[in-house]
């Protein structure tokens, strides 16, 4: 088979397609080929090494995995002898991040408590785009309580892979929704559905101006005060990801400040990648027609390092997919 890897930290320059055999499931795994699957920023994190200290867990010096790649949709080719859920010809997805990654590949192989089954209606480039993404954005928006219609939801960051889910499934909830992003991208997070869109590089959200019930952050950066003055009483502050130093205070900072007042800031640790309930939810979502992935560019497997270079240089509008033949 066909596979994206690298053998040391680096730019998309690192990787390359080689031929690899295709894995033998044993146990409870499944063998998936994989039909589709798409760019995340974690992918570049993973890719580079960065921030450093995820180095503990992914390997110091080389990374301790060669694939690359998280989110991964297709069909069952073949199941180890402890299977019960799949056989072959089942269509699923699921995200790798847990389970050795290796999405951008011909075949994945994985424990069945990976995957989540596909629904006919859903086509596989479009399933490929929930994993990662949809997930973080639907988890970023709950946590002590529940969006409420009426409410008003701030996306910072709501132009890439993460926001573009955040921005719709607000507006699903009934939030009035504000997004954030650079003055390129104002149309197409408006084209999401966003009620109002603020563009960074003019205006401070957090300044002056309206007051939100939810914000969710894809890239903290800078004093986790300073989102605080946003909120309104009893609103929730949630940072998905961002710079070392923002996510750290999001962390420890945001906890203290929680505890002292009626706003709660913090980091999104109760993330819980490929929950399977989570991840059938927005599947029904996308097949109902509710939920709706912005596909900017579709690409060959062997092109993988240009989606990683388009989405590294900030230039991904929504999401970028890999359509593996
Ligand atoms: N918490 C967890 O467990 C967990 C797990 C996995 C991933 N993550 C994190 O989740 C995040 C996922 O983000 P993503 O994939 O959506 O990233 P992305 O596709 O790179 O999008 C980044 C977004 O941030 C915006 N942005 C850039 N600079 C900004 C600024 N100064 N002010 C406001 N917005 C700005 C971009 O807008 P423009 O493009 O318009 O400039 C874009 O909308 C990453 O930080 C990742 O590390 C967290």
């Known amino acids: 088979m066909q596979a994206i890897v690298r053998s040391r930290y680096g730019s998309p320059d690192v ?17 998936v080929r994989v039909h589709a699957s798409s760019v995340n920023r974690a992918d570049l994190d993973y890719l580079t090494g960065t921030p450093f ?6 390997g110091l010096r080389t990374p301790r995995h060669h694939g690359l790649g998280l989110d991964a949709a297709g069909v069952v080719e073949a199941v180890g002898p402890g299977v019960t859920r799949f056989a072959p010809g089942d269509a699923v997805v699921a995200d790798l991040f847990a389970f050795g990654q290796g999405a951008f590949a011909e075949y994945a192989c994985a424990p069945e408590r990976a995957w989540t089954a596909k629904p006919a209606g859903v086509s596989f480039e479009a399933a490929a785009t929930i994993p990662q993404a949809a997930l973080l954005a639907l988890q970023g ?19 890439g892979n993460v926001g573009p889910f955040a921005v719709q499934l607000a507006k699903a909830f009934g939030a009035e929704v504000t997004g954030v992003c650079s003055p390129s991208k104002m149309d197409f997070v408006r084209s999401l559905g966003a009620d109002h869109v603020i563009d960074y590089t003019s205006e401070d959200y957090a300044a002056s101006g309206p007051r939100y019930d939810w914000i969710l952050d894809v890239m903290a950066r800078g004093s986790v005060l300073r989102p605080r003055r946003a909120l309104r009483p009893g609103g929730r502050y949630v940072a998905a990801g961002g710079t070392t130093g923002a996510v750290l205070q999001a962390m420890a900072v945001g906890s203290l400040v929680s505890l002292a007042g009626s706003r709660t800031l913090g980091l999104l640790i109760w993330w819980k990648p490929g929950n399977r309930d989570d991840m059938a939810r927005l599947l029904a979502m996308l097949e109902a027609g509710t939920l709706t992935p912005a596909i900017e560019h579709r690409y060959s497997l062997a092109e993988v390092p240009d989606a990683l270079r388009r989405l590294e240089a900030g230039l991904a509008r929504g999401k970028l997919v890999i359509t593996i033949q």
């Open 15 to 31: 990787l390359r397609l080689v031929d690899l055999p295709v894995p033998v499931p044993v146990g409870d795994e499944v063998l």
């Open 53 to 58: 200290l995820t180095r503990m867990g992914t």
């Open 141 to 159: 928006l709950r946590g002590g309580r529940d969006i409420k219609p009426g409410d008003h939801v701030l996306v910072n960051g709501a132009s």
